[in-house]
């Protein structure tokens, strides 16, 4: 499907559901500051896609949809990492964002985790996430040690930094506290 009614889009990612059903999903801006993700919808292998359902911004989103498990089969889970504004709007931080839908993608529900206010630990990677056979929704992502300030850190391209995986045992209603894999 071509779509031309954006200033720009990036980061796609494609899935398909145990019906069949295609998910694409992207992030798109209508001007160089107004960003948000859509989702399409194909039921007839990619021929027709439904109109655009769109949400906030979360950047490099990934989709996967519960084909397996006999708790959550259908759920439909997408992961990123967003950014928040402390309360005066002075700073900002990056976060897990992992949002689901228990109606086929027509509405996505989102539970996120951020860092603490004074935290400058950035988010500088998240990865794909995967559904184990018991509907665990495991994620993975990079989290510096660095305690420069977060714009420092965004325009570096080393940054001494952990892996870690988070994780949701019950749909996607809540996330359960990062473990750290390796430095």
């Known amino acids: 499907r071509e779509v031309n009614e954006y200033f720009k889009a990036g980061d796609p990612g494609c899935t398909l559901g145990p019906s069949g059903t295609a998910y694409f999903i992207t992030d798109v801006s209508t001007s160089p500051y ?47 990492w967003t950014s928040v504004r402390d309360v005066d709007g002075a700073s900002r931080n990056t976060g897990i964002s992992l949002r689901r839908s228990l109606n086929g993608g ?60 988070i994780s949701s045992t019950d749909g996607g209603a809540s996330l359960s506290n990062a473990v750290t894999v390796a430095s």
């Not at 989702?39 to 949809?65: C, N, Q």
């Not at 990079?142 to 952990?162: A, H, N, Y």
């Open 34 to 80: 107004d960003q948000f993700t859509t989702l399409y919808r194909s039921k007839d292998g990619g021929k027709t896609w439904s109109p655009a359902i769109e949400m906030s911004h979360i950047e490099r989103p990934s989709i996967r949809v519960d084909d397996h498990s006999q708790k959550y089969k259908g759920n439909i889970y997408v992961n990123g």
């Open 106 to 165: 027509e509405f996505f529900e989102q539970v996120s985790r951020h860092p603490l206010e004074n935290d400058r630990h950035y988010i500088s990677g998240m990865g794909n996430c995967v559904i184990l056979s018991d509907g665990t929704v495991a994620c993975v992502f990079s989290q510096s040690d660095d305690d420069s300030p977060t714009e420092q850190q965004v325009q570096s391209l080393r940054l001494p930094s952990k892996l870690k995986v």
